[in-house]
């Protein structure tokens, strides 16, 4: 095996996890994302919250790589289309931007250490809905992740190293996700109780603004296939 092999090789491999990197970055966007994991993990300890970014981290990696390498044939399987999930998914996520967007006016604790704990039951349960999905891992990531998966490399070997790279990639998402959220709370104790209201607002704002877009990009994408059953 000679040297330029292996470093096509190495090359290969790095453009794919810059690849999934870039892609799925800016869509799960978990520093934008922390403002809203804090409100929404108000009534939760500093501990709890911390468990739970642990957790929330762990179900998006699970998530994309599951949407990555084996989505696109559940979907054919269900007779799905990705459309479908972003039209489903958009109302999802508008639904909860509304809530936030209504919420009373108060600025999420930072500092609950007196509070009651929750069960770990309700925690792990919390960490998927809605913190994971849709708040971290959406339809629009769900769509990308497919969407890398779905031209899979000929020969085994390419397509294994593909699928690892794709992983690689993915992991390194979600240890951002778990960065983003696990410091969530010092990041907004620097700007305040009036800074942390107006940027959790604009936040659910935006998400509400993400949602409709999503949902119109898989109405756009029925109309353009014809509803296909």
Known sequence: MSAVYIFDAIFHFGSVVMLAIGAL???????GGAPI?????ASL???????????????SFLLLVASALIGAYVLDF?????????????IVVCMIAW???????????????????????DLNQRAFYPMTMPLTVG???????????ANPAPGFRSLLMTALAHAVGILLVAVSVYL????????????GTTGTSVVVRLSAFILLCIGVQIGWNGVRGLIATGFPS
């Open 99 to 121: 809530s936030l967007l209504n919420s009373p006016n108060s600025p999420p604790a930072l500092d609950r250490s007196g509070a009651q704990p929750a069960r770990p039951d």
């Open 37 to 41: 994991y804090l409100a929404m993990t």
């Open 25 to 31: 970055l800016p869509i799960v966007d978990p520093l």
């Open 45 to 59: 300890t500093s501990a709890e919250r911390s468990r739970m970014a642990k957790a929330v981290a762990i179900n």
């Open 139 to 149: 339809p629009g990531s769900i769509s990308v992740a497919l969407t890398l998966g």
């Open 180 to 191: 983003c959220y696990r410091f969530a709370e010092r990041i907004l104790r620097k700007l």
């Open 78 to 90: 269900f007779g799905l289309s990705i459309p479908s999930v972003q039209v489903a998914g958009g």
